[in-house]
């Protein structure tokens, strides 16, 4: 029954079902996806999990100061030196932000630094539902006021409102990452097809499956709680636009053989289903499942990741098996125009650059994977260098904003923690013992007398060092220290440090957890799918493989060429699941295929056949994923930058090495062992390779 529920795309009349269906489903899903962004949350408390000390500190600072609100804090330099003019324009100023809407409270300043060449005011505002957009409106606001009557006085507002306002910004280019990632599919799927109509259907099948996840997860994020951040939509956007296209290409490859075989499209189809979707639901099967196993970690942001990529994930698998194909019987034949498949047509032969790197590897698999394995290594043991312990928020674009370049002036004029303080909340009783604490802490200043509400006291203080710079962790890290040893005091540190300490503290239990939960799953899904263990072993042994070089090359990359000022603490673990799931992607591709020939064929000649059969179209959907990816760096994130390019260059590797090189050698050397111990093991008949023109010609039968 689910052989033949599988082919109901490709019936007569169903085929307009489907169509029907899709349309039905698509004309409001693209009113709610439009409104994806309202339900984000890139506030810190959204972030954070609910035991972190810094999310608890959020809660309890509520009483004493207007909750969810930022400091923006303006700096005025004049490198002369500040005039008694340029004070009365920053009072007349602060007065004005009180008129702002979204600033609370009476701002803090103008404040002269002791070098007389610069004025700080700090300002709070209220992020409130809008989030970082909210937030961007009140600093151009600001921005507008402080422009007026400047006379060469510079203007910049930094700190976390201004970093806010700046992300904002950033984020703003994820629409304009949709339109990138289809140039890029439709390039891509040009060069592969050399056909100028058939690249747009897969590209509008991806663009449907990507509209209708936005709205199935703006549904949730509403109705369900799901949390969704601005690193989700540029995330999904590739992940959809990418792996859907890969499905897409897998699917229209095998149907291009079936036309050649069958005069009923429509039965061409069928055959390709049935034979096609059994990989492609396992690939789609270990991706989303491998994203689902990220429900397990405590960083919200992670833990919010992975179920809305996974339905991006099988939203895209559904798009691919029922829409795509169709579209393709609908379109008929001449959608492949100039090159229409025609019926009793001679199979071309794959004697291409596969079959003869096949053949090469036959001469001696042994040698070639034990080489391939040794390089690889070689490029893993390089990941030692990568500083995955947060990114300084002066380091998080890629371009020069002006919450960086207010920061680089505060630095210089003011202590470079000013305006953005460490909050230590505590038992009203212990606050002054507390406060003797917090004063003898190196690297902290202006520790500030105890605001008293209720029983709960509010004490302050400024980092010497800029947040979220290895100093100031350290410093906040001795803080807490210190003010915990105060005995029945029940003190917690938080502030915008403290928010990136626990966060690498988060990501590191999350990565020690998640990580092999992912492969153990990873493991069932092939052991089930090849009814084997021999081959699921070695395959996620390589795809380990093929990460750790990923991570190697990446880290050398950061440090010594682009000059990364460090990677998010959550960074290698979500790299880690992209890479992990879409490279046994490629390998269930490929091994399925493998597994198919080698019942005819044996083992040894099957993996040769399997490698001419699948090698252009898994090529292919290499590089279609590895370019939605490399888009990323289109967006003036570091943190874009760095899953972008690791990613792009893991499936790239995966691809054209892993796969391709260290997969089909190992299955040469091991033989029929690697499907130990189904019945297809028990085979004993398993003859040598034939020359690598007669493996192609088999791959065409």
């Known amino acids: 029954m689910l052989r033949k529920a599988l082919t109901i795309p490709s019936g007569r009349r169903a085929k307009w079902l489907v169509l029907a269906v899709w349309i039905a489903v698509l004309v409001p899903a693209l009113m709610f996806a439009g409104r994806l962004g309202d339900v984000e949350k890139n506030d810190n408390a959204a972030w954070l999990p609910g035991h972190a000390e810094a999310t608890q500190v959020l809660d309890d600072v509520r009483q004493f100061q207007a909750a969810d609100t930022l400091p923006a804090i303006v700096v005025y330099d004049r490198p002369d030196g500040v005039t008694e ?55 151009d606001a600001m921005g507008a006021v402080g422009a007026k009557d400047a006379d060469g006085l510079g203007f910049h507002v930094t700190g976390p409102a201004g970093y806010a306002s700046d992300s904002a910004a950033a984020f703003g280019g994820v629409g304009a990452l949709g339109m990138i990632s289809a140039v890029v599919v439709v390039v891509i799927l040009l060069f592969t097809y050399r056909s100028p109509v058939l690249p747009l259907l897969p590209l509008l099948a991806a663009g449907g499956a990507l509209v209708t996840s936005e709205a199935l997860i703006y549904l949730l994020a509403r109705n369900a709680g799901l949390t969704v951040n601005a690193q989700t939509s540029f995330v999904l956007t590739v992940l959809v636009f990418g792996a859907a296209t890969d499905y897409a290409l897998l699917l229209t490859s095998r149907y291009r053989e079936e036309l050649l075989r069958h005069a009923d499209r429509h039965e061409a189809m069928a055959v390709a289903l049935r034979r096609s979707s059994p990989a492609i639901i396992a690939s789609a099967a270990t991706v989303a499942v491998g994203l689902l196993v990220l429900l397990l970690a405590t960083l919200n942001s992670t833990k919010g990741l992975g179920p809305a990529c996974a339905i991006g994930i099988v939203v895209g698998l559904l798009a691919m098996v029922t ?110 013992q507390v406060r003797a604490a ?34 100031a962790v350290r410093t906040v890290e001795a803080a807490r220290t210190a003010v915990h040893a105060v005995d029945g005091a029940d003190a917690k540190l938080g502030g915008s440090t403290a928010i990136t300490l626990d966060i690498q503290r988060s990501a590191s239990r999350d990565s020690t957890v998640v990580m092999p939960v992912v492969l153990l799953v990873v493991f069932l899904i092939l052991a089930l799918l090849l009814r084997a263990i021999v081959a699921p072993l070695l395959l996620i042994v390589t795809v380990v493989l093929s990460f750790g070089a990923a991570l190697g090359v990446s880290a050398l990359m950061f440090n010594h060429v682009f000059d990364f000022g ?62 939605t990816f490399a888009a990323l760096v289109t967006l003036p994130l570091v943190l874009a930058a760095q899953i972008g390019f690791t990613v792009a260059f893991g499936v790239l590797l995966d691809t054209l090495i892993v796969r391709s090189v260290l997969v089909t050698a190992l299955t040469l050397d091991v033989g029929r062992w690697m499907w130990w111990p189904s019945k297809l093991f028990k085979r004993t008949d398993d003859p040598a390779p034939a020359a690598p023109e007669r493996e192609a010609a088999l791959a065409m039968r």
Do not use: C
């Open 566 to 627: 460090g990677a998010d603490a959550a960074f290698p673990l979500q790299t880690f699941v992209f890479l992990v799931a879409l490279g046994i992607d490629y390998n269930i591709f490929l091994v399925t295929r493998v597994r198919e020939e080698s019942l005819r064929h044996g083992t040894r000649r099957g993996a040769l056949i399997g490698l001419s059969a699948t090698g252009g179209v898994i090529t292919s959907a290499g590089l279609v994923l590895a370019g």
């Open 323 to 432: 829409l795509m194909p169709a579209l393709l019987v609908i379109f008929g034949r001449w959608i492949f125009w100039p090159r229409r498949p025609v019926h009793g047509a001679p199979a071309p032969t794959r004697q291409g650059v596969w079959t003869r790197i096949g053949g090469a590897i036959a001469r001696r698999p042994r040698t070639v994977w034990v080489a391939t394995a040794l390089a690889l290594g070689a490029l893993a043991f390089a990941v030692t260098g990568l500083k995955a312990d947060g990114i300084p928020s002066k380091d998080q674009f890629t371009t020069e904003t002006q919450a960086v370049t207010g920061e680089e002036i505060q630095a210089r004029h003011f202590p470079a923690g000013s305006g953005d303080p460490v909050y230590v909340v505590a038992r009203a009783g212990s606050a002054e």
């Open 438 to 471: 917090l004063s003898g802490v190196p690297g902290l200043t202006g520790v500030t007398p105890p605001v008293v509400r209720n029983d709960r006291a509010l004490i302050l203080g400024t980092l010497e060092a800029a947040p979220n710079s290895d100093a």
């Open 85 to 139: 003019a340029d004070v009365a324009k920053a009072s007349a100023d602060a007065a004005a932000f009180v008129g702002i809407d979204g600033v609370v409270g009476a701002p803090q300043g103008p404040t002269r630094s002791q070098d007389g060449k610069a004025l700080q005011t700090v300002v709070q505002v209220r992020q409130g539902a809008g989030g970082w957009s909210a937030v961007r409106e009140v600093v």
